[in-house]
Every structure is written in C-alpha cells, then in structure tokens.
C-alpha cells in the first residue's frame, strides 16, 4: 500500500495565482482532511470529508476549496493565492474516529 | 474553550536518559487522546493512542503515556531515549461523540544530545 500520497512535495507561487494540491489515499478510508503546519502553531484543520460527495469547514477554510468525488481522492485548491498561505500542508485519513490518522509527507508552499 | 497544551516547546536529552513530554488539555468530556511524532520534512505519525480502559497504553518504538483524568493529562514517555528519537512530538484530543475534529498542541521538539 502506497498509503497517503500528495503531490507535488514543493510549490512556489506568486500571489494571485492558483493551484491544486493533491491527496490520494488507497487504504478505503472514509474520512480524509486537510491541514496547514504552522511553525509554533501546531496543526490547524482547513477542510475535512467523511465520505465521497461530503465535505465540510475545518478551523481556517478561508481560501480553499475541496471536493472528494470518490473516496480515493481529496484535491485542496487555492483559489487566489496570497503569502499568508504560505505554509506546509498535510493531507491525511482515517477508517474512522476509533483509528489514528495516517498523513502524507507534505507539501511545502511558499508564496511570494 | 477546548485546548490542548504542551508546556515545552523544546526539550534536551541525553541518549540513554529517560523521557517525559508533557500534554494536558481542555476539555467538556473524556475525549480520545493521541501522540504524534513528526521527524524533520515528513508526515506525522501515531506513536498511541488512549480510548478508554487501562490508563496506561503502549505505543510503537518504545513509547507509553498514561492518562490522568484527575488531571487532565496525557504524557508521553520513554524510559531511554535513542538518536534517533529526535523529532517533533504532537498531542491531540478529540470527542467521543463525534467522528472528526481533532485539537491539536503545538508540539515538543525533542533535542537528543550524544
């Protein structure tokens, strides 16, 4: 098993522009999110999914978008990039709450 | 408000010392309770996890925590620590009653001196 994989590992933007991260997992997990790693601020929830065609607000939403159109797949989109956003992202899932999450390595972005 | 809290932001030990890494939360109800550890440019990964039952749980490479509801606590240990220990380590507590929202302390960073 590949477990959770995202790509790409490091992206620089100039602000304004857009993108898409991407996260895939193939472990059959129900439930997958996304998260920004702050230095000093732990881990903050940005949107989550508990299964194929639902998706909800985590902590700090603003400025994202995600869709999960199968249970595989969960891609979080920058809509306008801005250096606030600048930060190292973390897909990851898990069967369900009695299970540990299970993350991917990361994507580092910088915005300039 | 609901919280978790790790009072060292960095920690220093010699390899071969013992180690306790501190978590204490914040919180309506007994939630479940995780430790994470995360090495330098990787994904975090479960070291434990507590659900319910015996207080004091086992984890992979070596490590055990103990919950004290009594205090609100969930610390981390490891009776001798290797090189390789060295990494950033992460709380976190979520509900019971719910499938998702995890909270998060802002992690220990573990110096390991030789």
């Known amino acids: 098993n590949a477990g959770v994989t995202q790509t790409p590992k490091f992206q620089v933007l100039k602000t304004g522009q857009s993108m898409t991260l991407q996260c895939a997992q193939d472990m059959n997990h129900e439930y997958m999110s996304w998260y920004r790693q702050d230095p000093g601020m732990g881990l903050r929830l940005i949107h989550y999914s508990v299964g194929a065609g639902i998706t909800d607000q985590g902590e700090v939403p603003n400025g994202y978008n995600v869709s999960r159109s199968t249970t595989e797949d969960f891609p979080l989109r920058l809509l306008s990039a801005a250096p606030s956003q600048t930060s190292v992202y973390f897909c990851a899932s898990k069967l369900d709450s009695l299970y540990g999450y299970t993350f991917g390595s990361g994507t580092r972005l910088t915005v300039v | 408000a609901q919280s978790v809290t790790q009072p060292d932001i960095h920690i220093t030990v010699s390899e071969g010392a013992s180690l306790e890494l501190r978590c204490n939360y914040s919180?309506?109800?007994?939630?479940?309770l995780f430790w994470y550890v995360q090495s330098p440019g990787q994904g975090l990964q479960l070291l434990l996890k507590?659900?319910?039952?015996d207080t004091l749980v086992q984890g992979i490479k070596g490590f055990e925590a103990e919950f004290k509801r009594s205090q609100s606590s969930f610390n981390l240990r490891k009776p001798s620590v290797h090189w390789s220990d060295a990494a950033e380590y992460f709380c976190a507590v979520g509900p019971m009653d719910s499938n998702y929202q995890l909270i998060w302390g802002a992690g220990t960073k573990l110096i390991i001196k030789p």
């Open positions: 919180y309506g109800a007994t939630p479940y």
């Open positions: 507590y659900f319910s039952g």
